[in-house]
């Protein structure tokens, strides 16, 4: 199988650092502050990166990591950093083999500034290159709602690896979305799902577990053909996604029940395994330009389970201009047999704007 070692690494690191974004998930007080746009981090987001680009770099020490997160802040905040070292050096897998393949523990609250910054590549279409949002969907983090760890690998601009760890969403590929899915986080049996897909090699779900991780089991987008029966998902945020826009095109299409709301690429990951049919992030404002590592792992998931992906052009998402999506507006994940018609939808409502 091509990129055995990188789907193994990134599932077993998306797994290790889950184990700390569910410990910093229990806890009321998450550690938050704000960044300069004003979007929250916690002391999750920075334990997570460390923990992960720490296993990229003891197994591919060469390779670049696009990381959301910086540790500046932290540097002048020293209680801040030394209540993220705590966590961080405590969180190991239970499987002794997956961890050392890991690198085992970070060795010093040094060692875990330096990882943490090392997310900083320019990204761009040259090189082997990771992108990694450690906690998506903060703003559901901190509400006791849907979140994700995110993780994909760049091979020349190409998506070739996507890793999603979603903590609350259903083990279960056939439960259905509900509507309070978004907010019904829950650490009971039954909840964690590890998604991931390597590019021409299918997508995959397994249980998000604590030890070894798996083959995990072969998924699908939904076999929906009559679009007024499908099941849409949106952001919660309405700074993410026009939700009035959003209602237009549901009404366009005939589709009549309401969308479930969730953050993150929880959302990718729902439409990947047919539990959600299609999913619209739709432009708010004309300058607004998407994260690479708020999309990459999800793309390849869905497109990997039989699914599309393009921007509300109908061009597919281009991860290869550096950390942003400059030539892509907006997101539309569908099964590729009702691609086109809710594009068409999508394209009418829009251009009436």
């Known amino acids: 199988m091509a990129f055995e070692k990188e789907l193994q690494v990134a599932q077993l690191a998306v797994a290790r650092a889950s184990i700390l974004t569910k410990a910093v998930f229990a806890e009321k007080a998450k550690g938050t502050i704000s960044k300069e746009d004003k979007s929250p981090v916690t002391i ?19 390779d670049e990591v696009v990381g959301e997160e910086e540790a500046s802040s932290l540097r002048e905040q020293k209680d801040l950093s030394s209540k ?9 897998l239970s499987d002794s083999d997956s961890d050392a393949i890991l690198g085992g523990p970070i060795r010093s609250e040094d060692e875990m500034l330096q990882a943490i910054d090392a997310g900083n590549s320019a990204g761009g279409s040259k090189g082997r290159i990771w992108a990694l949002d450690p906690i998506d969907g903060t703003k559901g983090f901190l509400r006791g709602g849907q979140y994700a760890v995110c993780l994909a690998l760049m091979v020349d601009g190409d998506v070739k690896v996507g890793v999603l760890g979603c903590p609350n969403l259903p083990v279960k590929d056939s439960e259905p979305l509900k509507e309070d899915m978004g907010i019904a986080a829950t650490d009971a049996e039954g909840y964690g799902v590890l998604f991931s897909a ?21 998924i699908s987008v939904s076999k929906v053909t009559d679009v ?5 998902c949106e952001s ?14 549901a009404e366009k299409l005939g589709v009549t029940g309401r969308p479930v709301q969730m953050d993150s690429q929880a959302k990718y990951g729902s439409v990947a395994r047919g539990a959600g049919d299609i999913y619209l992030r739709l432009p708010v404002r004309k300058d607004y330009v998407e994260k690479i590592w708020d999309h990459a792992a999800g ?9 599309q992906v393009t921007d509300i052009h109908g061009q597919r998402l281009n991860f290869s201009l550096g950390r ?13 047999d ?16």
């Open 44 to 62: 999750g987001d920075y334990g997570a990166q460390a923990l992960i680009i720490s296993a990229i770099k003891h197994n591919f020490p060469q």
């Open 84 to 92: 993220i070292w705590n966590l961080v050096k405590d969180t190991k």
């Open 198 to 218: 390597v590019q021409g090699e299918g997508a995959r779900s397994q249980p998000l577990t604590k030890g070894s991780v798996s083959q995990g089991h072969s």
């Open 228 to 232: 007024t029966q499908a099941v849409m």
């Open 236 to 249: 919660v945020e309405a700074g993410h996604s026009s939700k009035g826009d959003n209602a237009a095109i």
């Open 299 to 307: 793309d390849l998931i869905v497109r990997e389970a039989g699914g």
């Open 324 to 336: 942003t999506l400059t030539e892509n507006k907006g997101v539309v994940a569908t099964p590729a």
């Open 338 to 353: 009702i691609h086109a018609q809710v594009l068409a939808a999508v394209s009418e409502v829009l251009s009436a704007k």
